[in-house]
Structures are given as C-alpha cells and as structure tokens.
Nanobody
Framework: QVQLVESGGGSVQAGGSLRLSCINSGYTCARNYMGWFRQVPGKEREGVASIWGGANYYADSVKGRFTISQDNTKRTLYLQMNSLQPEDTAMYYC???????????????????WGQGTPVTVSS
C-alpha cells in the first residue's frame, strides 16, 4: 500500500514562504510521476506542480514562485512556495501515479494515490 503524508503547511502573510514535504512510506510511488495539487471548498482540485516523466510542470498561476523537487534517498517530495499570495490559500495534497503514465501532468485523473493534505493560509 502506498502511503503519502504531507507536512509543512501553516499560516503566513502575503509575500512569505513555506516548504511543503510529502513522505512516501509503504510501497514506493512512481517517482517520476508525482505532483502537488490544491483545493479550496466548493472548487475543483487544481494541479499546482508535478514531476512527470522526468520534467517539471507548473500551473501558470505559480510559475516563477513555486518549485517542485524530490529527494529519492528520503522518498520525499517537496514544494517550495515563495511570494505567497492570499489566492494560494488552500488544502495542498501530494499525489503519485501508479506507474508510467501518459496524459496531462497536472490532471488529477492521472494520479492514483493521495495524501490527506496540509493546509496553507495566506493572509493579506
């Protein structure tokens, strides 16, 4: 069973930074097919950043501010978030695919395993 546990969320003021972490325990995720998503109540889950087939992809809204990375020795996925804005407020989820996949890197339909999420609140 794949397990993903996120941490690092919190409350910050606009312009601040946070680094989210996602530890993969149990069975190993498909390491080249992992991503970060976010969701606010009443809205669909949105792809934020992904490592997909060896390349990194970002939503337009976070390009230049967020950076996705991974440490395979620690089985950990990271999301460095800089210049945070109130519109970044959401529950952030880590996800991974169940193997080599094709399709859109930021589509939640391509991911089989999900963490429980970590909340991020950005105040103005």
């Amino acid at each position: 069973q794949v397990q993903l546990v996120e941490s690092g969320g919190g409350s910050v003021q606009a312009g601040g930074s946070l680094r989210l972490s996602c530890i993969n325990s149990g069975y190993t995720c498909a390491r080249n097919y992992m991503g970060w998503f976010r969701q606010v109540p009443g809205k669909e889950r949105e792809g934020v950043a992904s490592i997909w087939g060896g390349a990194n992809y970002y939503a337009d809204s976070v390009k230049g501010r967020f950076t996705i990375s991974q440490d395979n020795t620690k089985r950990t996925l990271y999301l460095q978030m800089n210049s945070l804005q109130p519109e970044d407020t959401a529950m952030y989820y880590c996800a991974c695919a169940d193997g080599v996949r094709t399709g859109l890197p930021l589509s939640s339909n391509n991911y089989a395993y999900w963490g429980q999420g970590t909340p991020v609140t950005v105040s103005s």
